[in-house]
């Protein structure tokens, strides 16, 4: 018996001006790595270096220390300056001066946000010094299983005011007791500071 090609028959409708519709085609969906090959994914951060954060984010450098105090049992945190901060973008509603960014970092121990505290705001700079000094009071064991978070955050007394980038810092990865300086390249957060 002869062989009788079959091909699949489309079956196209027509519009109501008797032109032809197409049938709709789903496009190929990506694998799931596809859009982590072109930007990271933020938890991938850690795998990077300071510079590669720096030129990725371009969201400035913070400058702090963290010292443990034996006598006191006291975790002590210096925040001294921060360089090279982006200039604002408007969050909520239209700013008086949007060249400029009222800085100030808010700092907490991880993973419960324990003991919350928070530098002086420093008005219309994109380099703001500092020089806080700030005590947690926290018994040794515990500190070394806490993180260290530092929000630098853009105050806005019109609406919410907004995070310009945070740095973690694992108090188990470093010598407390002997203390350190770190110049920390800033990373973006999805935090909220709620207006007060």
């Known amino acids: 018996s002869p062989m009788v090609d079959v091909k699949p028959i489309e079956f196209w409708a027509m ?28 938890d991938d951060v850690d795998s990077l270096t300071d510079e590669e954060i720096l030129v990725r984010y371009q969201l400035g450098m913070l400058h702090f220390s963290t010292q443990y105090d034996l006598i006191n049992a006291h975790l002590i945190v210096r925040v001294i300056e921060a360089r090279d901060l982006p200039p604002p973008v408007t969050c909520d509603g239209a700013r008086q001066d949007m060249a400029h960014s009222n800085p100030y970092v808010k700092m907490s121990l991880l993973p419960d946000h324990k003991n919350s505290r928070q530098t002086g705001v420093k008005r219309k700079t994109q380099n703001p010094v500092f020089e806080e000094r700030f005590t947690f009071e926290v018994p040794f064991l515990e500190a070394q299983r ?32 002997k203390g350190g300086h770190w110049w920390k390249a800033l990373v973006p957060s999805s935090q909220v500071i709620p207006l007060v």
């Open 146 to 177: 806490r993180t260290l978070l530092l929000s630098v955050v853009d105050f806005d007394k019109f609406s919410r005011h907004c995070v310009i980038g945070k740095v973690s810092l694992p108090l188990s990865e470093v010598d407390l007791v």
């Open 15 to 42: 519009g109501p001006r008797k032109e032809v519709v197409q049938p709709l085609r789903k496009p190929p969906t990506p694998p799931d790595d596809y859009f982590r090959k072109l930007e990271p994914r933020l």
